[in-house]
């Protein structure tokens, strides 16, 4: 098993930053890829970004040149960097990941991953 344990959400007016934090503990070595995903209250989760140590790094459109993703091995944790905040980014949180060990361009459906933190509240006042 594999526990995720996010941190690091909080509130900030448009424009601001904030870094995410996700910490792995557990069975790591069957992590074969790690992503963020983000729901808002009313809407469907969708993914925000994903990485794959060495071989792949994608994020959603909405989030391109904005968020940077990226993974302390050391640590076993996961960042998600956010800046130029929207009020549009106002979501839960969420950091996943997954152990399919054919995956070489990790994926940014939720279906991919097996395990799920609790969620981090990310709020962006105008």
């Known amino acids: 098993q594999v526990q995720l344990v996010e941190s690091g959400g909080g509130s900030v007016q448009s424009g601001g930053s904030l870094r995410l934090s996700c910490a792995a503990s557990?069975?790591?070595?069957?992590?074969?890829?790690m992503g963020w995903f983000r729901q808002a209250p009313g809407k469907e989760r969708e993914a925000v970004a994903c990485f794959k140590n060495g071989e792949s790094t994608r994020y959603a459109d909405s989030v391109k040149g904005r968020f940077t993703i990226s993974q302390d091995n050391a640590k076993n944790t996961l960042y998600l960097q956010m800046n130029d905040l929207k009020p549009e980014d106002t979501a839960e949180y969420y950091c996943?990941?997954?152990?399919?060990?054919?995956?070489?361009?990790?994926?940014?459906?939720?279906?991919?991953?097996?395990?799920w933190g609790q969620g981090t509240q990310v709020t962006v006042s105008s």
């Open positions: 996943a990941a997954g152990r399919w060990t054919f995956v070489r361009i990790c994926p940014l459906s939720g279906n991919s991953y097996a395990y």
């Open positions: 557990g069975y790591t070595n069957s992590i074969m890829y």
